[in-house]
């Protein structure tokens, strides 16, 4: 009987496939399932096998296997296994903002406003989120740029997508065994560590999709590009899908480039008119929650602009 690709996970998937492939009659092999597995053996050949399931995935959603091939055999395209563990047990340990309003980081934000007053007004007076918003955020998020990240963009994702693969999930779920003694907030915590890393999963390999749309697109090398652990990339730390979403050009080269300070603003105060930024504190908050959904982030970035607006 042909084995079904909805019951199995792509890794088992290609493993299987191979072997049939190369020790059997492959007649009884659903033709389009054989052709991907084909596809995604020549694409990894001589390249690391636990992109497997990346791969398998891609061509499953019509991504062009000669870009593909490209990416997986770029110079910096790397398995990253600690991005499996932050993306997905990341949020047990909870991240200290306070460092972001302390005096001296006062004085850099004013700083950079002085030195970007124009621009940060236009953006003001274009979508209505204050310089100080703007400003908190490039701020905590890469210190106006000099934090970036150095982490190959395409090899977080990549990595990231095989998430829920069965042993990734159990790598990950050995991560907090000896630390958690109570067997039932273990269990809870196991539970959500396979629904996260589904959706990881899923969302990485949105994100992989996108960036090999932009490959096709954009004025940048997305296969060059280096981010955060999220795979998040410029001054705003925007993902794929956001770049092409909010992202705008505001010194009008006609390009959006993250890393420059104008697109930046720009960009930033975009995102937060586009997610709901209003006069209420309510809408504030949500913007800024869909920005980073973390109820710490949020009070950050508001206590950073209210000390900048003291002044």
Known sequence: ?????????????????????????????????????????????????????????LLERGVDSAFLWAAFHHPNTTFLPQMLRINVVGFLRRVD??????????????????STRELLQKAERTYGVPAEIITAILWVETKFGKFTGTHHVWSVYASLATA?????????QQTYRDTIADPQRRAYLDSLVEVRSRRKAAWALSQLETLARLAKDS????????????GAFGLPQFIPSSYTQWARDGNGDGRV???????????????????????????????????????????????????LAQR
């Open 1 to 57: 009987m042909a084995p079904s690709n909805k019951r199995m996970s792509s890794r088992w998937l290609i493993m299987v496939g191979v072997a049939v492939l190369m020790l059997s009659d492959c007649s009884t092999l659903d033709p389009v399932v054989r052709r991907r597995m084909e596809q995604a053996s020549a694409i990894l050949a001589g390249s690391d096998q636990r992109f497997a399931p990346t791969v398998y995935r």
């Open 97 to 114: 903002y306070s460092p972001n309003w302390s005096d001296a980081s006062i004085t850099a934000c004013r700083a950079f406003m002085d």
């Open 164 to 172: 829920d693969e069965p042993d990734n999930i159990a790598a990950n």
């Open 219 to 230: 004025s940048f090398d997305v296969l060059s590009l280096t981010g955060s652990w999220a």
């Open 257 to 307: 480039d993250l890393f420059d300070p104008a697109d930046a603003i720009a960009s930033v105060a975009n995102y937060l008119r586009a997610n709901g930024w209003s006069e209420r504190r309510e809408q504030q908050e949500a913007a800024l929650f869909h920005y980073n959904n973390s109820r710490d982030y949020v009070e950050c970035i508001f206590a950073v602009a209210e000390r």
